[in-house]
């Protein structure tokens, strides 16, 4: 089947802008996510975005969603070298059984140069 | 007060071997998952319960039995374990409905079978 799809990797200057991009697959999701894995921890939820809505922004992060394109995108202002990290987006798809459950893309590493 | 917290966070056994990793959240959460993230960090969801039931079981191998004595534990017992199996685990939880794309997440059980 089709999966949600990432670059794997993206480095960046302490201070330039970084933008993460994402594919999902169900155009039909009502809500999309995305989520940062720092070494050694779990993951944890950044920002999410109703598929309503084209844009969101939360403090340094901006979400850009293109529903046509089935496209999403966070971007990080001011990147810092605590934003070095994996990031995740994802959608919640039907399993086999035919039950929902979060779906993760391949995840992006982040490498923030100082 | 850890919300999700995973016991043990490293575990190296022998091929054949029967271990067991435990979790609990105290999130007051309807459902609880195990996902299992690979060395490439690709991440792919096991199991979920909710209220003690099993609703999600991804073609994994029945050597891998889930258990969830209260909504507060979800358990995992591997027999008979082999190399393929070594990987990070993660047990997360979340709200029901809504809730499912919020996920909290343990810090992980990093397997590694010998």
């Known amino acids: 089947g089709e999966d949600v799809e990432q670059s794997l990797f993206l480095s960046v200057r302490e201070g330039d802008s970084s933008v993460i991009n994402c594919t999902y697959t169900?155009?039909?999701?009502?809500?999309l996510y995305w989520y940062k894995q720092e070494p050694g921890a779990g993951l944890q939820l950044l920002t999410y975005i109703f598929s309503n809505m084209d844009m969101k922004q939360d403090q340094r992060l901006t979400v850009l969603l293109n529903k046509k394109d089935k496209h999403l995108s966070l971007r990080i202002a001011d990147t810092q070298t605590g934003d070095s990290a994996i990031y995740f987006c994802?959608?919640?798809?039907?399993?086999?059984?035919?039950?929902?459950?979060?779906?993760f893309g391949s995840g992006t590493r982040l490498q923030v140069q100082p | 007060d850890t919300a999700v917290s995973q016991t043990p966070k490293y575990l190296v056994t022998q091929m054949g071997n029967d271990k067991s990793i435990k979790c609990e959240q105290n999130?007051?959460?309807?459902?609880m998952y195990w996902y299992k993230q690979d060395s490439k960090k690709f991440l792919k969801i096991m199991f979920s319960?909710?209220?003690?039931?099993?609703?999600i079981n991804e073609t994994v191998p029945n050597r891998f039995s889930p258990k969830s004595p209260d909504k507060a534990h979800l358990n995992l017992h591997i027999n008979s374990l082999e190399l393929g199996d070594s990987a990070v685990y993660f047990c997360a939880s979340s709200q029901a409905g809504r809730g499912v794309g919020k996920l909290f997440f343990g810090s992980g059980t990093q397997l590694s079978v010998l």
């Open positions: 994802a959608e919640i798809l039907p399993m086999d059984t035919g039950r929902r459950a979060l779906t």
């Open positions: 999130l007051g959460h309807d459902t």
């Open positions: 169900d155009s039909s999701s009502t809500y």
């Open positions: 319960y909710n209220n003690k039931e099993l609703i």
